[in-house]
C-alpha cells in the first residue's frame, strides 16, 4: 500500500498562478520579497464552481487584513485552466 509521502513524492506539482481577484492583496514584487518567510507562503485554489482548475496562489499574512492571497501587479499576469468537466456518474 502506497503512504501519503509515496504519493506527494511522485506527484505532479500545481503550478502557482498570478492573477488578480476579489479579496487579493496587491503588492509589488519587491514587497513580496521583504516579507519574512513566516509571513508568506502559497496555498491551493480552484474550485468547479469558480470555474477553475486546481492549481497555487501566493498568499500573505498582513496586520491590517489577516491572510489574503496575492497579486503581483509587476509580474506577468498567469491566470489559472479552466476546471475540466466534472465526472459523469453511470
Not at 488578480?20 to 496587491?26: A, K, Y
Not at 487584513?65 to 485552466?81: I, M, T, Y
Request: glycine share 8%.
Amino acid at each position: 500500500m502506497k503512504t501519503f509521502m509515496d504519493i506527494a513524492a511522485n506527484a505532479t506539482p500545481l503550478e502557482l498562478h498570478n492573477y488578480p481577484g476579489r479579496g487579493f492583496q496587491h503588492m509589488t514584487l519587491a514587497r513580496w520579497r521583504s516579507l519574512p518567510s513566516s509571513c508568506k507562503g502559497s496555498w491551493l485554489e480552484g474550485a468547479r464552481e469558480h470555474g477553475q482548475g486546481p492549481h497555487r496562489v501566493r498568499i500573505a499574512l498582513t496586520p491590517d487584513a489577516g491572510l489574503l492571497p496575492v497579486f503581483l501587479v509587476d509580474e506577468e499576469r498567469r491566470d489559472p485552466r479552466p476546471a475540466s468537466p466534472a465526472p459523469v456518474a453511470a
